[in-house]
């Protein structure tokens, strides 16, 4: 049963700072979704909100293709499908994953998902977090790009946040000494009574700088969710031979100027590295960090908290939640049960 | 046979910018060196003019002790044995290179040395280039850092300097295609001639980074000597997966205020890597790199160019001219035959 007619939420107009009403509108277009050869159609359940959605309203190359003017904006998001076309190896009630947007309805190449198998004890919407790409993203950023090991001291910014708080629990699990950066007193208690950081530390407090510098010394690996000025006061708390994995520069997304770095010159007087990563290089390794999250939720050292929001037309106001800090975990925007 | 008095040059007060008249003081002594136990006294031949030298005049941790004040200006260089102290494995006539100083005698532990062996086609001053600190960091800068491979795009700054020219070198020899930048129209033209890299670019041309952006599209690997402006603009021209050898940054030495970074956030966008190093972690290493760029020299694919400057009382010039690159290729102070 397909209704008459669908909501969707298109860019208009490309932001060059936050976004705002001229951003985006909503359309209700009449219903005449149908798959082609190879091709599904897709009843949105859930769509991850994610900072990268703001660099997908630029023009610019980045991990994928940007959200095109007059289309829904791009994200990634789970749903049911519920007609097949000719040729597609999914069949209706299958729950996938995988690049959708804001629209209730899409009608995309059934290649372009993965059907969605939840464990016992995790819940659909994990798929877009903990056993999603924001798990895979901590997996990956900090097994194999920051080579994360045992009594190591781990140094994580926006620690409270989607993809933070599952470094942080995936840096414990590996026998690190954890340390969280985030922007609330509210936020470093979930960090150290919740997640169970050696310690946080609220980067809005006067003393924040010299309190973190205190504790910690120098750490091995940074894994950065936030970048600009964070990322630049980090790199003076480098220990020699130390890593730093850029996951994301969350400061940075609204911004139409970049933070210059001034700290860099540690890299070289610390024989240290900086490097950026994406989920994207990891696609054929996948089935070996869901099975490792899988196994991690299962004996409980894996939880990640979600925020979620209802209605496909609170989407913009999601999306602005990120870069205020309002959202408390992972935020999810509930399309339709 | 000793003399009855000896010159140094010490440091008198750490500079701010560039060295003056008032950084060093020439002095002689009387000749009172006495080698202790396990110590020898070197009569210095060459010290090693490296721009490493200015960042030591300051009094900031990096890989090495920095100078003292009232002490002579550390260095690298090679010298004889005159004298060995008790327990010392060095005997006179001896020649060995290690970290010395602005002096024409110097007496210290004989472990700090290394025996120069000088093959059949080299010259003593190879042990201060291409075979010795010089080739070693080219080598282990480019392929165990770099991880250079053939058919890649290699870029060098300060390309027709003493690290660059080496790395343009073993690049070739590992079938990279090498693009090289340096300051004159003349040095470009020792580099393609001379050395035999692709292309070389003139960082004083006007049209330089639309030249260089237009002919090489994009590098796989950076081996920066320069920093800056000159490492900034390099970030634009990334490939995926590109990597940036920090090993030098020439035009920050002499500064006291660090150049802004802007693009690194193209590390993330091309999921690239930035990594500084220094020939200190390689040193259980040495044999393998010394071997191998004596075998590409004895092939005839490696070759330095030597510009010597003669006299103790030089030094302080002679370091001046690093700066403004009027040095033809690797600068060697002679203080002795």
Redesign the interface.
Known sequence: MTPSHYNRIILVQRPTGPVDSSTFRQETLPFDLKPGDGQVLIRIQYLSVDPALRMLLDD????TTPTQIGEPVRCIGVGTVVESGKNSPLVPGDIVSGFVGWTEYVVADAEQFTKVVVPDDANIVDALGALGHIGLTAYFGLIDVGKIQAGETLLVSAAAGATGSLVCQLGLAKGAKVYGIAGSQAKCEYLEKTVGVTKAFNYKSPTFHEALAKEIGGFDLFFDNV?GDMLDFALTLMNT?ARVV????IS?YNSTQ?????????????????????L??YLPRLAEGKQYLAELMKQGKLKQQYHIVNGLENAPKALGMLFTGENKGKLILKVAD
Chains 1, 2 share one sequence.
């Open positions: 610019i190359k980045s991990f970048g031979h850029l996951c994301g520069s940075e970049l933070k210059p770095l001034t700290n860099h010159v540690q890299l070289r007087m610390k024989r240290a590295k900086m490097e950026g990563f994406s994207i290089d």
